[in-house]
């Protein structure tokens, strides 16, 4: 079956402007995740949904950056005024419940803030 | 806040070399461990998971993990590597609150 999938694969974008990143989770998944991937950086966590509540949005960054998800599948991460340090892959997953099972990993979408 | 610390950044080794990656974590409560892997261009995957039971975890590939409560530790070994084993390791954690916490990574380069 199908995957996370994330779009776009890559977005240039000039410091300033707002972008605005998709992710369509597992069909049937209720948890999904946000993550940033910067070199040498591992992985940040970013917020994660249940449905389509956000319980924990301490991974937020700034306020510059919020996520909604509607209808319980896909979900956007958002933001504005980007800077340079917002420069990374940006990683959305996807599990059957929270906590302890699985994640599954889209593919990531490339972030340079020029 | 829990944090999951990986101690070494990049790991070179021979093939058939045994592999140890260092995996601590700061919860004292409990906690769900996780290993993933990410070989290059692909996305990240589970390569093996514990909650309960046997501390002594096997995933796929021949890869094994083992929980040391005392130590606050889920080290990933494997007895012999293979070149195909190139990849960048992941551990995480996740404390029951639904939040999963993930170490910086460590770099594993495979020679043949």
């Known amino acids: 079956g199908a995957g996370v999938s994330q779009s776009p694969s890559n977005k240039v974008t000039e410091k300033g402007k707002d972008v605005e990143l998709r992710c369509d989770p597992i069909?049937?998944?209720?948890?999904l995740y946000w993550y940033r991937q910067s070199l040498g950086q591992g992985l940040e966590f970013l917020i994660y949904?249940?449905?389509?509540?956000?319980?924990?949005k301490s991974g937020l960054p700034s306020d510059r950056f919020s996520a909604e998800r509607t209808g319980g599948s896909v979900s956007t991460l958002t933001i504005q005024r980007t800077q340079q340090e917002d420069s990374a892959v940006y990683l959305c997953?996807?599990?059957?419940?929270?906590?302890?099972?699985?994640?599954?990993f889209g593919p990531g979408t490339r972030l340079t803030v020029l | 806040a829990q944090s999951v610390s990986q101690h070494n950044h990049h790991v070179i080794l021979s093939e058939a070399a045994s592999l140890e990656l260092g995996c601590n974590y700061s919860?004292?409560?409990?906690?769900?461990l996780f290993w993933y892997v990410q070989y290059p261009g692909q996305h990240l995957q589970l390569l093996l998971k514990?909650?309960?039971?046997?501390?002594l975890v096997k995933g796929i590939k021949g890869f094994e993990a083992e929980f040391i409560k005392s130590k606050f530790s889920f080290n990933l070994r494997k007895p012999s590597v293979q070149w195909s084993d190139t990849a960048e390791y992941f551990c995480?954690?996740?404390?029951?609150?639904?939040?999963?916490?993930f170490g910086a990574g460590t770099r594993l380069t495979v020679k043949p």
């Open positions: 069909s049937g998944h209720t948890a």
């Open positions: 514990y909650f309960s039971g046997d501390p």
């Open positions: 949904f249940q449905g389509n509540s956000a319980p924990d």
């Open positions: 919860y004292g409560g409990t906690v769900n």
């Open positions: 997953a996807s599990s059957t419940t929270t906590g302890t099972d699985t994640q599954y």
């Open positions: 995480a954690v996740n404390e029951h609150n639904n939040d999963m916490r």
